[in-house]
């Protein structure tokens, strides 16, 4: 069992940054690829990145890709999403994911566990 806890979401201006950190509560999420997802008011919950276990493959969504960067640091068992020149479509609750399966991947249902969600706004 794996618990993921997502913090540094908040309210920026168009253009701005944030980022996003997931802390895994055990050392065996160290062993899993995890992932970024987010999901808009009234939309399906989209892929955004993921990252191998051993961070070397990752993944993006052609909408985040060259301004997101996702990284993980399995010392201290937490995963990085680095939102820069952030847009106003870019506001959705956002949920970091870990999965079991080897190697990158987007789909949704390959994710085995999934923390509560940290809001990102951007105004325009």
């Known amino acids: 069992q794996v618990q993921l806890v997502e913090s540094g979401g908040g309210l920026v201006q168009a253009g701005g940054s944030l980022r996003l950190s997931c802390a895994a509560s055990?050392?065996?999420?160290?062993?899993?690829?995890m992932g970024w997802f987010r999901q808009a008011p009234g939309k399906e919950r989209e892929f955004i990145a993921t990252?191998?276990?051993?961070?070397?493959?990752?993944s993006y969504a052609d909408s985040v890709k060259g301004r997101f960067t996702i990284s993980r640091d399995n010392a201290k068992n937490t995963v990085n999403l680095q939102m820069n020149s952030l847009k106003p479509e870019d506001t959705a609750v956002y949920y970091c994911?870990?999965?079991?399966?080897?190697?990158?991947?987007?789909?949704?249902?390959?994710?085995?566990?999934w923390g509560q969600g940290t809001q990102v706004t951007v105004s325009s």
């Open positions: 994911a870990a999965s079991r399966k080897y190697g990158t991947t987007w789909y949704n249902k390959d994710y085995d566990y």
């Open positions: 055990t050392r065996t999420g160290s062993s899993y690829t």
């Open positions: 990252i191998t276990w051993s961070g070397g493959s990752t």
